[in-house]
């Protein structure tokens, strides 16, 4: 009869696991040396722009100047890759440091999960774990999800170890780490507004003064940084790909959803093309956003139902493009899937599933299940009644601003910043029901 294993081993067990992981997939990028997706390019040009010229563009200098190219990536990553570049210098030394700091995410995880109560945190963090390699992945490209994901999942601790242990140090925490954040990712800019209302909530009676500048930081270097891309460009903005993702994203597969690929092709290049004669960067973002919301305006139920797909997909899927690319996989059909999915649903996406050789089916089907658990669990952490309510709310509502703000775009990779998150929920969602079906005692409520 096999005798249940001590207390003590599991935490070894399970960080020997994930340590292996994290390790086998280092060495198989350091193998294959494919270091590069076709953002990380960008990254790295405005990195060395830094270093050369000083200036802050990730485009190539000594071409044409596009004015969008200064803003389109936040300096945070360029200038972490600049430092690193210039006392390391490798792309193996900034995978490594991904790596390490991974770890640290899964470690701070597991500190939020026991605060939290969580028994079972060991166990059903391995299985999520498994059944995720895009955290294993993504910390060996030059890439910003792994560091994004630090901010977000540092924001989220500090929330709470701020109520926990009632010192206003944690206040300070939260705000370096949502600063470093939204210079790191442009979706979080917008996320200064709802921040001011979570600490104004928390802690008002208490901390008023600390709260006062807290609050107003955020909202000062956001505007201090769009005034300097306003002197740089002609036009006040935080990021260009906002308009970008806007135009030829979800105004893209808007248009090929309800009228086909030649249209939107065609409709997207006259508004690209128009767009370019104007006589300024402003007149031009600002005539993009407006032919933009024009176009979306004339379908919004596509849209509505093409952004609601979209955030499922965050959830849902299993990252073929990711380990086609990470495992060097040729892929043999043609088109995207993104574009599959906007012309025929999911039908589509079946279909050309289908088609995959055997083990990669089996493996796409595994990851799909553990996010699928995920969701579920996700679902259930609201019915966690030792969790506090407020807990809840910031925790989801972490998860939904991401996964909302990426909308028809939604992805595997787009999720990966606010994994340990829905880690967290999903592990405290289904403890639920361990904890009812072990003790038959417990209510959901």
């Keep these: 009869m096999l005798k249940r294993l001590p207390s003590n081993i599991f935490p070894w067990f399970f960080w020997g696991v994930v340590i292996l992981l994290h390790l086998l997939f280092f060495f198989l990028q350091k193998n294959q040396q494919n270091y590069w997706l076709v953002d990380s390019h960008e990254y790295v040009k405005e990195a060395f722009n830094l270093l050369d010229y000083g200036v802050l563009y990730c485009g190539d200098l000594d071409g044409t100047i596009r004015y969008d190219f200064f803003t389109k990536r936040p300096p945070m990553y360029p200038l972490v890759l600049a430092v690193v570049t210039q006392l390391l210098g490798s792309e193996t030394t900034v995978v490594g440091l991904q790596m ?67 010192s206003q140090v944690w206040i300070w925490i939260y705000l370096g780490a949502l600063l470093l954040g939204l210079f790191t990712k442009p979706v979080l800019y917008l996320f200064i507004f709802p921040s001011a209302v979570v600490l104004f909530l928390f802690g008002w009676k208490k901390w008023r003064i600390s709260l006062i500048c807290a609050i107003m930081i955020p909202f000062l270097a956001v505007g201090m940084y769009m005034y300097w891309n306003a002197e740089r460009t002609g036009y006040f903005h935080f990021s260009s790909i906002q308009n970008l993702s806007l135009l030829q994203y979800t105004t893209f597969h808007t248009i090929r959803a309800s009228q086909g690929g030649e249209a939107a092709e065609t409709t997207i290049t006259f508004i690209q093309e128009t767009a370019a004669q ?23 139920l596509t849209y509505l139902g093409l952004h609601l797909k979209g955030m499922l997909n965050f959830f849902l899927d299993p990252g073929r493009f990711d380990l086609y690319n990470f495992m060097g996989w040729e892929n043999q059909e ?112």
């Design 278 to 300: 104007k006589e300024s960067f402003e007149a031009e973002q600002l005539y993009i956003q407006e032919r933009a919301v024009h176009e979306i305006g004339k379908v919004p």
């Design 334 to 445: 043609e088109g995207g899937w993104q574009a599959t999915f906007s012309e025929e649903g999911y039908a589509g996406l079946w279909k050309r599933f289908s088609r995959l050789p055997a083990g990669r089916i089996g493996l796409l089907v595994a990851i799909l299940l553990g996010n699928l658990l995920k969701l579920i669990g996700l679902g259930l952490f609201l019915f966690n009644g030792s969790v506090p309510r407020v807990y809840k709310w910031i925790l989801v509502g972490m998860i939904l601003y991401i996964s909302g703000l990426t909308g028809i775009s939604g992805a595997s990779r787009f999720a990966v910043p606010v994994f340990p998150i829905l880690l967290i929920c999903a592990s405290l969602g289904w403890s639920t029901l361990i904890d009812r079906w072990k003790y038959r005692k417990l209510p959901l409520t």
């Design 100 to 166: 390490i700091l991974s770890l640290l995410n899964v470690f701070l995880m597991l500190r939020i999960l026991a605060i939290l109560g969580l028994t079972y945190r060991y166990s059903l963090s391995l299985l999520f774990l498994l059944l995720y390699p895009a955290q294993f992945m993504y910390a060996q490209w030059i890439m910003t999800e792994i560091l994004f994901q630090s901010c977000l999942l540092v924001m989220v601790g500090a929330i709470i170890f701020w109520q926990e242990r009632k």
